[in-house]
Each structure stands twice: as C-alpha cells, then as structure tokens.
C-alpha cells in the first residue's frame, strides 16, 4: 500500500506552512539516510517518500528527478547559518582583534562540520558521480558555503565586497581544503580535527602577513562595523 502524506490543510486546500517544512525535513532526512546507505545509483525517489512516510507526490512537488534531490542533500547538509560567537566579539575594541576571534570561532565549528562523517560521506558521493554532474556546480557547493560562512562574520556590512570576499576564499583554501583533502584521501578525523586549532592560528597568521585582515578591517571601519 502507497504511504499517504497526510497533511494539515488550511481553508485553501493546501497544507500548513509549518506542516510543509516537517515533510521536506523528512525527505531530505529519508534521503540523506538512503544515498549514504545505498549510494547514488542504489537511492529512488519513491523509496525515498517511502522512508519519509509521505506521498510520491510529495517528492515531485519539491524536486524534479532524483539529482534535484540530491542536490538539495548537499546544499540542506552545508547550509548552516553564519553566527558568531558572542564571545568572540567581547573585550575588545580593536576591530582587526575581533576579526581574528571571529575567524578562529567560526574557523572552528567550520572545519567540525567539514570533517564530520555524513559530509565526508556524501563529499565522496559528489566526487564519484562527479561525470553526472560536471558543469552543474554540485561540486562547489560545499566550497560555495564555506566561503559565504567567513564572509558573513569577517564583515557582514563592510563597503568593500571584494575585499571581503578575497579575505574569505583565501582563507578556506588554508584551512579547509588541506584538512578535507587529507580526510578524502583515508586520514582519520580525529587525528584532523585535533589539527584545526593549529590550522586555524596558521591561516589568520599568513593573513594577518600580507595584509589581508587589515584591508578588511578598513572596510569594516569605514562601513560603520
């Protein structure tokens, strides 16, 4: 027997809006479960709503074919919001200070994420059915979301956009990318996750030493941050 979504409708037949984000989150739930159990080519859509407990239409609705949804795995598993630890913006007053506390705070919870086993799991999922989607930017996504998350602390209102950007890829190609580099290639994630602090001292290190944290800093300044 078909499993049925059922869902709470309002007066105009469709559901609730708080009962629509419950289903995605258990199809991308489902999903996330299956491709990493299954893998790519072993995954359907209607195991998927299967595993959900919700309708075929509820997957057809929301994604188009089984590489929309797997996009949305990735994109669901590296979109987490950009905050900053309190703390790391207290007791200070040097604004290129606080930028070094916000990089390290971020810099931290960042590379735990990267280094987690489901994203390692499913990065090598992209990696493998990387001909299926080569040119579609899958594979930068996760690169993509990295970058926005030091940007959005390093200077959320600063008028130099590129400046900020520059600051931002530079340093997730110091940190980020050797460590899951290391982790692809079979490295043991404690023994890397032990690594980031250090990781992290070096990359605003060098930072500091060409003179990208105080062009940013400026930006910061002359934005009113």
């Known amino acids: 027997m078909e499993t049925r979504d059922v869902t709470t409708r309002g007066r105009g037949g469709r559901p609730a809006a708080g ?3 419950e289903v995605t989150q258990r199809l991308l739930a ?8 299954k893998g790519y080519e072993g995954t359907t859509c209607d195991q998927v709503a299967l595993d959900a407990r919700a309708g075929k239409a509820s997957i057809y609705t929301r994604y188009a074919n089984k590489e929309a949804l797997f996009a949305a795995v990735i994109e669901n598993l590296v979109s987490r919001p950009a905050l900053v630890d309190p703390s790391a913006a207290a007791g200070d007053d ?9 990089l390290a705070a971020t810099g931290q919870r960042m590379l735990g994420d990267a280094l987690a086993p489901d994203t390692l799991a499913l990065l090598r999922l992209v ?6 989607f080569a040119g579609k930017g899958m594979d930068r996504l996760f690169w993509k979301e990295c970058v926005r998350r030091i940007a959005a602390v390093l200077a959320p209102a600063a008028s130099d956009a590129a400046a900020v950007l520059a600051a ?14 290391r982790a692809l290639m079979g490295e043991e994630s404690a023994t890397l996750l032990a ?3 250090a990781q992290i001292d070096d990359a605003i290190a060098v930072l500091e030493a060409d003179g990208t944290l105080a062009r940013v800093s400026q930006a910061s300044t002359q934005a009113g941050c």
């Not at 040097?94 to 916000?102: G, M």
């Not at 990696?127 to 299926?132: I, N």
């Not at 530079?170 to 050797?178: K, N």
């Open 195 to 197: 690594r980031c602090a």
């Open 94 to 102: 040097n604004t290129q200070a606080r930028l070094r506390q916000r």
């Open 127 to 132: 990696l493998a059915q990387h001909p299926r």
């Open 19 to 21: 009962r629509e984000h």
């Open 168 to 181: 931002a890829e530079r340093f997730v190609e110091l940190t980020v990318a050797p460590l899951l580099l």
């Open 30 to 37: 489902a999903a996330t479960r299956l491709f990493l159990d």
